[in-house]
Antibody
Framework: QLQLQESGPGLVKPSETLSLTCTVS??????????WGWIRQPPGKGLEWIGS???????YYNPSLKSRVTISVDTSKNQFSLKLSSVTAADTAVYYC????????????WGQGTTVTVSS | QSVLTQPPSVSAAPGQKVTISCSGS????????VSWYQQLPGTAPKLLIY???KRPSGIPDRFSGSKSGTSATLGITGLQTGDEADYYC???????????FGGGTKLTVL
């Protein structure tokens, strides 16, 4: 079955760029039926949608983060990636990648999540 | 403050029924599909309901979803202690062009 796995540094210094990759296994990222998204959850808080990408490269970003976010896709590696620049302590969170239905926009498959702490 | 409003907590006894509300506006719930997610402690969210009232394969029919106007409701019957979790509603906001979630509701099964 389809699985998603986040990877990347667990500690990032303030003002630097957070970089994460989501590897998709058990299925193709090039499916026309899905977007691929990033969601984060600060400690003890709720979910925040960061953005999503289609396999063609079309992207959709949360306006509150748009100036700092870049999501890209590598279909040859069945991966998509997140870059968040100029991070602060407020960006400390568990970061999830997820598959998102193109029609329903529901996120039906999630990675286990990776904790990223912003600290010097 | 979340665009979608959920009660912070709900509780009920085992075997009973509980509903969790999610209130929004015409730019989000009113004109877009609603999804519901269950997040057990220390785990990733799990999709319970999509397109307002559809259940993914493997989700028991104890879980149901409905939508009316600018509000949506998640219903859980036959409560079990294993249902204790945080529940989130989610949808798209067409005015803000952003995916939005409710603030989450903590379910306690007494």
């Amino acid at each position: 079955q389809l699985q998603l796995q986040e990877s990347g540094p667990g500690l990032v210094k303030p003002s630097e760029t957070l970089s994460l990759t989501c590897t998709v296994s058990g299925g193709s990222i090039s499916s026309s039926s899905y977007y691929w998204g990033w969601i984060r959850q600060p400690p003890g808080k709720g979910l925040e949608w960061i953005g999503s990408i289609y396999y063609s490269g079309s992207t959709y970003y949360n306006p509150s983060l748009k100036s700092r976010v870049t999501i890209s896709v590598d279909t040859s590696k069945n991966q998509f990636s997140l870059k968040l620049s100029s991070v602060t302590a407020a960006d400390t969170a568990v970061y999830y990648c997820a598959r998102q239905g193109r029609r329903s926009l529901g996120m039906d498959v999630w990675g286990q999540g990776t904790t990223v702490t912003v600290s010097s | 403050q979340s665009v979608l409003t959920q009660p912070p907590s709900v509780s009920a006894a085992p075997g009973q029924k509980v509903t969790i509300s999610c209130s929004g506006s015409s730019s989000n719930i009113g004109n877009n599909y609603v999804s519901w997610y269950q997040q057990l402690p220390g785990t990733a969210p799990k999709l319970l309901i999509y397109e307002n009232n559809k259940r993914p394969s493997g989700i028991p029919d104890r879980f149901s979803g409905s939508k009316s106007g600018t509000s949506a409701t998640l219903g859980i019957t036959g409560l079990q202690t294993g249902d204790e979790a945080d529940y989130y509603c989610g949808t798209w906001d067409s005015s803000l062009s952003v995916g939005v979630f409710g603030g989450g509701t903590k379910l306690t099964v007494l």
